[in-house]
Each structure stands twice: as C-alpha cells, then as structure tokens.
C-alpha cells in the first residue's frame, strides 16, 4: 500500500472520530442508539496504534486498498447512520450536518477495523466433541425454558394463542392461523390437553435445534469457549425466554427456519453429501414444510433455500436433488391446498392482501389525496366514512382502518370486493406516498432503534383474560415478577442489542460477508437467504409492528458471529469442501490459492 495514500485514508478516518466525539461533548447531538463514546475513543486509539493489522496472519489484500478502504468507510457509514439512526439536529445547520458526517466516517472505521480484524484472524482450538457439546447445550436451553415455563403456567397466551386453542377443540378450523400449524397443537395436546403441553413442546424442539446447531457448528471447527457462550447466551435471551413460553405460531415458524439454516451449513461443509442419508434427507423436508408452512409468509424463504441446493449440493448428484425437490413441493401443495379442501376451510391469504390494500389507501387518504371521482368516493365510503380513514390511519399498524368499528369487513372480504380497484385507483397513482408508507410500516425490518412515536409490540407478560376457562397459576409470584422484570428492563434499556430484529439482521449479514471473505468463497454468502428472504417478505407484507414476526431472523443472528471464529482448517478439512485439497495439512499458518479455473479452486466452491 503506497504510504500517501494509506496516511489519507488514516488522516480522514482519525478526523471523523476526532469530529463524533467533540459533536457528543460540545453538543447534544447523540446516536438514537447511545453508543458510549469511549467505544470512539477505542477506535482512535486502535488507528494510532497501526491501524489493527493482526500479525499472526498475513494481512487480506481483499480489505488492505486505500480505495476500497475509503469506499466502505463511505458506504457502510453512511448506511448505519440511516439505519440507527442519528438524531438530526434541528433546526438544520451545517455544524450539525457535519456531525453527522463525522459520525458516519466514525461508524464506518470501526466497522471497517472489525471486518479487517474478523478476516484475518485464526483460531488454534476448536471444539473436540460437536455431539456433546450440542446435547449439553440443548439441555442447558430447555431447563432455562422449563423453568421460566413454571413461572409462566400453562403459559403465556395472547388472543391469537386463544383463537388456535378454541379450533383444536371445536376442530372448526380457519386458515387465519394455518391449519398445519393448529393440527401440530392438536396432536401434542392428545398427551395432555393443557397449553402447557405445547409450551413444553415448542420449546423442547428449538433447544432441539439449537443443539444441533452448535454441533455442527463444533464441526465447522468453532471453539469450545465460543460455542458455549452463544448457547449460554440463547439460554437465558430476553427474547428466547419470552418466547418460548408463549404459544405463538412464530415460535414454532422460527424454529424451522433455524433448522433449515442448520440443514445449509451441513449441504455447504459436505457439499451436498450428506443429502444421499435418508435420515437427514428426512430433517431437511420437515424443517422446510415447518418453514413453509407454519406462517403464510413462509413459502418464499422454503423455495428461495430449494433454489440453492443444486449450487451448494454439487456432491449429491442431480437425482437426490430433484427427488428432495419434488416430495416437498408435493407435500407442500397437499398440507396447504388439498388438506384444506378436505377440511372445509376457506383460504385466508386474500384477508391478509385486503388488509394490506386498506392500510395503503388509508395512507393516500391521509396524505390528502382524496379521489375526484364521486364513484370511487361512494366506494371509500360504502367502507368507511372519510374523516374516519384520516384519522385512524397510522403508517406503523393497521389495526386502526382494519379493524375500526365502522369498517364494512364483509364488503371489504366479499368477491365483489371495491377494495383491488380502489388499490389499483388510488395507490398505484401516488408512488412517493405509497414509498414513504412502506418505509415506516417495514422499520421494524431495517431499523435498529424504535421510533418513539410508533407502536412496538414485544412480547406478552401473562396469559389474557378470557371465556375459555384457562388462567395463569404462577407458583413463585416473586420469581415471575423478576423475569418480568428482566423482559421490561432489557425491552426499555437494551432494545437495540438484545430485541432489535435488523440489529440480528445485519450481524448475519456481516457474519456471512466475513466468513464468504476469509474463504474467499462467495457461494458461502447463500447463508444469507433464509434471513433475507424473510425480511424481503415483510418489506412488502407486513402491518404491524411485532418482534415475533421477525423472530426466526434474531434466532439466526443470534448464533451467525460463531462463523467468525471458524478455522481456516477445520476437521476433515480436505473433505469438507472449505480448503483446497492440495493444502498442506502438517502446516495449518499455509493456505495456498490455486489460480482460478483450476480442479482446485473449484473444487472448494460450496
């Protein structure tokens, strides 16, 4: 690296930091997020002391070009300033827009000083037992769980939670709740026929299927120490404790989804082989019917993950592949259409587009747009009065038009619904309203820190009153209402660090970005797509603001900085598709690139 242009990259990065700090001791100007500012200080001091070339490794040139350096530092600081995001000052200056500059220039250096850290870093140890390790730590899991259950009896239940228990006793099913997922409670509740049983059940799997993460993590070549503080640290999350004793469909959704990213780090290490086992084979296709099946807006993520297989299954020949494919699309189109049909059920995906819709002309609506066409002004109101959409829209949930009192529901659900052409009339017409509107109803998907003035939902405390003869029984009120408390404390105080669904987000990302860099394998970056997909369906789905709807999303962040302390050799490395097989095994610091093209280098493509 020229010594110029590497002293410029350090002279802007050093006066960005420089910048950050004195906006935070000269004004009040801070991060939404309240990033203390010795973490600055940190970074200042990391850039004095040689800009944080870790000498056991040989530097990645990948990250070591002024150019891309600054590009990054440019890029990704400004992104994290939006997705905070800073507090403006207001009324707008041009020392406040500086701060803001700085902070992003600030963000930006330091995320670039962990990247360049992560990627070149190696780890001599890795753990010795996968299998141990994931029984101990799915045992650890389900205790914890078990124990916050006995605090919680027969659980937390919400009026979703109440609406699936009134159908598996009546058996008077409606997809508003997907059946697969109500018949699941049906059949665990023929043991015992209390909610209990299902909160005992959900959160046996997902220990279950954290266990077998952290096992094939341990086979990734993850330490010990780093497997046993992620799984200490889902064993007693606010959010996993919250939710493993609430009976929701999410619960059950994200824990499919957690398996299914299980089931791609097993395809990438092996290639693929491990899908000619039946057994696993078998996991697989349940985890991905779970995942497709257990919330409407699960389709995308099981398809978008099947996409992937002839990619990063090259080792498992074309046939397996097409038949796994064929019996879960088989199996899919059977639980989702044909059962059903047998059942009598009506469909429940065209309620959700409508109250989509309806929360969208309400954002026209309220922006002023009102039709001229007295036609379409008759249809508004054969819905809803006017003055009632202006005032009971909110762009973070549609609760207010949907299920606003005077709304004429069954005209809005009937087939001669005015709801698709008021859509096409109204909304198509006003993009930049329609924008905004999707940008503040999906901030629950890219926003790191709460807006103060939307509606967030958490989690449930206790289980709802209610007509079905089912209350709380709370055996230890004082210990009840200390994990309530913990829930309450690191909801208001750590939001954006133990709740936050896009903090998750983007450290899978990173994790993946790191780890597709150190490989310098870009096909290990398919890790991403259940997270992504997930996401990408709720930008354009979603209507409420609800942590549990991106609760398979935290599930998997939660666990993706293990894959910042994979080895560069792990176990059976020349079988495993993560190193060239002409490596030298006897010299683990050696890590040859064979020219592209080569037999080599294609055979470490996952």
């Not at 203390?36 to 000498?55: D, S």
């Not at 406040?96 to 070149?120: E, M, Q, S």
């Not at 029984?135 to 078990?146: D, H, K, M, N, S």
């Not at 398996?259 to 693929?272: A, D, E």
Request: charged letters at 15%; hydrophobic letters at 50%.
């Amino acid at each position: 690296m020229p010594r110029s242009s590497s002293f410029a990259v350090r002279l802007i990065s050093a006066v960005g930091l420089a910048g950050a700090i004195a906006s935070r001791l000269a004004t009040s100007l801070t991060w939404a997020i309240r990033v203390p500012t010795f973490l600055l200080l940190v970074a200042g001091v990391m850039l004095l002391l040689g800009w944080i070339e870790v000498r056991i490794a040989r530097p990645d040139e990948s990250l070591s070009r002024p150019g891309r350096q600054l590009a990054l530092i440019a890029l990704t600081g400004a992104f994290l300033v939006t997705v905070i995001p800073v507090r403006l000052p207001s009324p707008p200056s041009v020392a406040g827009a500086l701060a803001v500059i700085c902070d992003a220039i600030a963000l930006g250096t330091v995320l670039l000083l962990l990247t360049r850290a992560a990627v070149v870093a190696r780890y001599a140890r890795a753990a010795r037992s996968g299998r141990r390790l994931g029984v101990l730590a799915g045992a650890v899991c389900f205790v914890t769980w078990l124990m916050v259950l006995v605090m919680k009896w027969p659980g937390v239940m919400t009026s979703d939670s109440l609406d699936q228990w009134q159908q598996l006793h009546t058996l008077v099913f409606s997809d508003h709740h997907p059946v697969v997922h109500t018949l699941w409670e049906w059949l665990v509740t023929r043991v015992w026929d209390s909610p209990g049983t299902i909160a005992v059940a959900q959160s046996l799997t997902l220990a279950a299927v954290v266990g077998w993460l952290v096992s094939e993590l341990a086979e990734w070549g993850v330490p010990e120490w780093a497997l046993a503080c992620l799984a200490l640290a889902s064993a007693v999350s606010p959010v996993n404790t919250a939710y493993s004793v609430t009976l929701w469909k999410d619960v059950s959704y994200g824990t499919a989804v957690l398996g299914l990213f299980v089931c791609m780090l097993q395809i990438i290490r092996t290639q693929g082989r491990c899908l000619n086992r039946w057994t696993f084979a078998a996991a697989f296709v349940a985890v991905a019917l779970g995942t497709a099946t257990f919330r409407h807006n699960g389709p995308p993520v099981t398809f978008a993950v099947l996409v992937t297989l002839p990619f990063i299954a090259r080792d498992a020949g074309r046939a397996t592949i097409r038949r796994i494919m064929a019996v879960t699309v088989v199996l899919f189109l059977f639980l989702t259409a044909g059962l059903p049909r047998l059942l009598g059920i009506r469909r429940g995906a065209s309620e959700l587009i409508a109250q989509i819709e309806l929360h969208q002309i309400g954002a026209v609506i309220a922006s002023g747009a009102l039709p001229a066409d007295p036609a379409l002004r008759a249809s508004l109101e054969r819905l809803l009065p006017l003055e009632d959409w202006k005032k009971s829209y909110d762009c973070s949930i549609s609760d207010g038009i949907y299920y606003h009192p005077r709304l004429n529901r069954s005209l809005a659900l009937s087939e001669h619904s005015p709801v698709p052409r008021l859509w096409r009339d109204l909304v198509l017409p006003a993009p930049g309203t329609l924008l905004r509107h999707q940008v503040c109803v999906a901030s629950l998907v890219w926003r790191v820190t709460p807006d103060p003035t939307a509606y967030l939902f958490l989690y449930q405390r206790n289980l709802v009153p209610n007509e079905l003869g089912l209350s709380p029984r709370n055996a230890f009120p004082r210990l009840e209402q200390l994990i309530a408390s913990y829930w309450e404390w690191s909801g208001a105080r750590l939001f954006p660090l133990l709740w936050s669904p896009a903090f998750y987000l983007y450290l899978t990302l990173w994790s993946i970005s790191v780890l597709a860099l150190r490989r310098r394998n870009a096909a290990l970056l398919v890790l991403a797509v259940p997270s992504l997909v997930q996401s990408l369906v709720l930008v354009f789905g979603n209507v409420i603001q609800d942590v549990r709807y991106q609760y398979p999303v935290y599930l998997v962040g939660l666990f993706a900085p293990a894959l910042l302390f994979v080895r560069h050799h792990p176990k059976s490395a020349e079988t495993v598709g993560l190193v060239p097989a002409r490596a030298s095994r006897s010299d683990p610091a050696r890590e040859p690139s064979p020219p592209s093209g080569t037999a080599a280098s294609q055979s470490t493509q996952a």
